[in-house]
């Protein structure tokens, strides 16, 4: 269960992460990670602001879902968020088809998993795995 738990919370973290990247003010943290996305998947100039608007719909629900889960003050129930994460997830993963290639949705899936496994770091060497230990 508590792997459950833990699972749900980084599944959540790594959508929110990744709608983070869409995140679209004209500066700022937001504005870098979607023009990093946009490199890195290649994304045409009509692509940019689909992507854009899909990611930050996901990131709306997923605030709500946790907004909703921690409004009546209790514990959340872990397992209805994971499935809740797990269908906007799907959803999301079904709108981007529509408008990425099939090469561009394989590497985004490649980012959210490697985002979801720790390799996405701050600073210099952002986006490279950690270094190896002998």
């Known amino acids: 269960m508590k792997v459950l738990t833990k699972a749900s919370m980084v599944a959540l973290l790594a959508l929110c992460a990744a709608a983070a990247f869409a995140q679209g003010a004209a500066s700022g943290p937001g504005a870098r ?21 899909i990611l930050q719909g996901a990131h ?17 129930d872990f397992q209805a968020m994971h499935a809740a994460h797990q269908q906007i997830q799907q959803d999301t993963l079904q709108k981007l ?25 701050h600073g210099a ?10």
Do not use: W
Request: without cysteine; charged residues 10%.
């Open 33 to 53: 990670h979607m023009e990093n996305l946009a490199i890195l998947l290649d994304l045409s100039d009509a692509q940019k602001p689909q992507v854009q608007s």
């Open 60 to 76: 709306t629900q997923m605030r709500q879902l946790f907004q909703q889960s921690t409004a009546n003050g209790g514990k959340p």
């Open 97 to 121: 088809s529509a408008v990425l290639s099939p090469a561009q949705l394989k590497k985004f899936q490649a980012l959210e998993q490697m985002h979801a496994h720790g390799f996405a770091h």
């Open 125 to 134: 060497n952002q986006g490279a795995p950690p270094p190896m230990s002998n």
